[in-house]
């Protein structure tokens, strides 16, 4: 296969600056030296990304992933080293970027495109399509700097996805906007992918590279850690997560508690498996029962154990929670590993992407382990029902 | 879907002059809608639109036909034709110079997030300019139709000379200018007052003989301002064949500094699209 992004011996250093001497003054008061310390973002990284690929690339913040997603795009050159890309590149760093506000809508999807590198004519062909994705048609001759910044972000998202571009660079871009916009993303990337096109995610939501990516790469301080196989990638990140290399939005809520609490670590969660009705299927459908299993662990044997969890919404808001205690049921002694399974039964939820929280600790809450919202199962209900749970309301006349 | 026409693009810290300009022109389209974009936020709520930019040098000329043919006459006849004539050419090259430096750090929005080849912005505004260059060469137009001016017919081919010769000056300094700038905001304010003296250095108010006559064998040292022999081939075009109380040489004279600016300047281009190329790196750090 031919590459289609090629990352040879890529190496990034920043200039932190302490005092940042921007005037002609200040530059001279200090003979032109600023005291600045060198930050190696990226240290002799080479990548191949072949053509078709979807790519994730892993890392927590501040590993160099978005640096290395900016060098792919051409936004930063890098300091030794080159990045190759073959083919029209479109990237979706920031939505909108370069919309001018007192143009309207129209005339910023062609200035848009242009920056793009697109020709006037291509536009032409598909901007009926970008109104349409971006559900702007009655506001697209309307100045943008009357628009919502729903709107700003549907028109920038529209003209990104329909400039044809071969590779596609997503920066978890898809977590703006409501949740419908978010699933039309979604489904953009998805026929993205069933097209051929190249995409490179990044991003630290493991579960989405697992979903839809062949492969991947982690990166660690600047440093390609591991490359290939999605879930070997995933495990060797993850392990490197617990091994102490941490990123604060990660596990940083784990390493609060563990601070506080004196049994941190006596009961390891090793594994939360959401456990779909159809395994072929990634989601659950309304009415479908859903189950999750966590596998807990201990080196001795620990009888105060209880499992809480909880579910949050798309947008974060806690909809169901409770634990073993309150469900009446008593763990006993765990010593070694142990599966307990969560049945949830029938979810009266409406589409979107959950995420689930899975704590362990003892009765009087002092924690052993806690994995904060890092499994998300996806709910597919169909219907045109709008909100989160499913009511089974009925409408009469007389 | 695939585009086979869209060639590999390596970004790497080394690169060739060559490809460079081959991905600007390639990006030529974006130019043209960076000038349009330019001119529509300029005018969008104002009544009159583009009627502005034709009615500051229309008021320029009523006053200085007040001032210097009414109340002191004497010096260059109808002077606000010959003022007009190179003041046309200096607010080209101010207005490019002065948005051309600025606008990399004016779009540091797109700089920080797409990839497009970024000598481009100097370059729209400059284009920009040159549509008003143009505007307000209606101006001149109706003005000589009015005065019945006698213009220059052997002269006017020096004028496409020139303005290529401006123009080529013009965005070497703004190219490099704008990418200094970046890294020393002082660039902006510098430009600006560098630009006061060296109007006053051109022979735009005063007539060039003014000038060289007291330089004498030195003459020669004042056509080192680009700007001057510029200037100099507008007027003869123009105003030349109305008055002999301005300078009066020979079309190859004209052509032959013309050719001098084109060849300097070209030198310069390419010196600061090196420049550029090389500041380029850290643009995203410093926005």
């Given amino acids: 296969m031919a590459a289609a992004v090629e990352i040879d011996r890529v190496s990034k250093h920043f200039k932190i600056y302490r005092e940042k001497y921007t005037s002609a003054k200040e530059r001279l008061i200090h003979f032109g030296r600023v005291p600045h310390e060198e930050f190696q973002a990226l240290d002799d990284v080479s990548l191949r990304i072949e053509a078709g690929q979807t790519f994730g690339l892993l890392g927590h913040n ?4 978005s640096t290395l997603l900016k060098c792919m795009a051409g936004i930063l050159q890098p300091s030794s080293g080159s990045v190759t890309t073959v083919g029209r590149l479109a990237a979706l760093l920031e939505l909108g970027a ?3 506000p007192d143009l309207t809508g129209r005339e910023n999807v062609y200035l848009n495109a242009s920056i793009l590198g697109l020709k006037k004519g291509f536009v032409d062909k598909v901007f009926d399509d970008i109104v349409a994705f971006a559900e702007l048609e009655r506001f697209i001759d309307t100045p943008v700097k009357h628009y919502s910044s729903g709107m700003y972000i549907r028109l920038g998202f529209a003209t990104a996805v329909h400039v ?34 190249t995409i490179v995610v990044v991003t630290h939501a493991v579960e989405l590279v697992r979903q839809m990516c062949d492969a991947a790469a ?10 290939g196989d999605p879930n070997d990638v995933i495990r060797e990140f993850r392990e490197r997560l617990m091994a102490g290399v941490t990123s604060l939005d990660e596990v940083g809520r784990e390493m609060a508690t563990s601070e506080l609490s004196p049994f941190w670590g006596k009961v390891r969660i090793e594994e939360i498996a959401v456990q779909y009705p159809d395994p072929e299927r990634h989601n659950v459908t309304h009415g479908e029962p859903l189950c999750f299993d966590v596998h807990l662990t201990s080196n001795e044997p620990i009888d105060d154990v209880v499992i809480g969890y909880a579910i949050y919404g798309p947008m974060g808001q806690l909809i169901h929670g409770s634990n073993s205690h309150l469900k009446g049921v008593e763990l006993g002694v765990v010593d070694g590993p142990r599966r307990i399974r969560f049945d949830l039964g029938s979810l009266p939820l409406l589409d979107g992407t959950y995420s689930l929280t899975v704590g362990a600790h003892t009765l009087s809450g002092l924690v052993y382990d806690h994995w904060e919202q890092k499994r998300r199962f996806e709910v597919a209900a169909g219907g045109r029902d709008e909100g989160m749970i499913s009511l089974p309301a009925r409408i009469t006349t007389d | 879907m ?7 693009r390596t970004i790497t810290p080394k690169g060739h002059l060559g490809t460079r300009v081959r991905e600007i022109f390639r990006y030529r389209e974006l130019l043209v809608n960076l000038v349009r974009k330019d001119l529509k936020v300029r005018y969008k709520s104002s009544v009159l639109g583009f009627l502005w930019s034709l009615l500051t040098p229309a008021m320029l000329l009523v006053v200085y036909y007040f001032v210097f043919s009414v109340l002191l006459p004497g010096g260059i006849p109808r ?33 920080n997030k797409v990839w497009f080849p970024r000598e481009v912005l100097p370059l729209s505004a400059i284009g920009a300019a040159l549509v008003h260059f143009f505007l307000q060469g209606i101006v001149m137009v109706l003005t000589l139709l009015a005065f019945r001016h006698p213009v220059g017919w052997t002269y006017l081919p020096l004028l496409p000379v020139a303005l290529v010769a401006l123009l080529l000056f013009c965005a070497a300094l703004a190219i490099f200018f704008s990418a200094v700038n970046v890294y020393l905001r002082d660039m902006q304010h510098l430009v600006e007052i560098a630009l006061l003296p060296l109007f006053f250095l051109s022979p735009i108010v005063y007539s060039y003989d003014l000038i060289a006559n007291r330089l004498g064998r030195f003459a020669g040292l004042y056509l080192l301002n680009p700007v001057t022999p510029v200037v100099l081939a ?45 500041l380029e790196g850290n643009f995203t750090e410093e926005l």
């Fill in chain 1, 164 to 197: 044809d571009p071969e590779i596609l660079l997503v920066d978890e871009v898809l977590a703006v906007g409501d949740e419908a916009f978010q699933r039309k993303c979604l489904d953009k990337v998805r026929t993205f992918q069933a097209e051929g096109r």
């Fill in chain 2, 79 to 111: 002077f606000p034709i010959y003022l007009l004539s190179g003041l046309l050419v200096w607010n080209l090259f101010n207005v490019g110079l002065v948005s051309g430096t600025g606008s990399v750090v004016g779009a540091s929005g797109i700089v």
């Fill in chain 1, 62 to 65: 501040g590993s160099g992933k």
């Fill in chain 2, 2 to 8: 695939t585009d086979l026409s869209q060639p590999a």
């Fill in chain 2, 234 to 278: 507008f007027q003869r075009a123009i105003y030349g064949n109305y008055s002999d109380v301005v300078h009066q040489f020979p079309f190859w004279w004209y052509l032959r500094n013309l050719v001098f600016v084109i060849i300097g300047s070209s030198v310069l281009l390419v010196i600061s699209l090196s420049v550029f190329r090389r």
């Fill in chain 1, 218 to 227: 982690a990166l660690d301080h600047g440093r390609l850690v591991i490359e």
């Fill in chain 1, 98 to 100: 370069g919309f001018q």
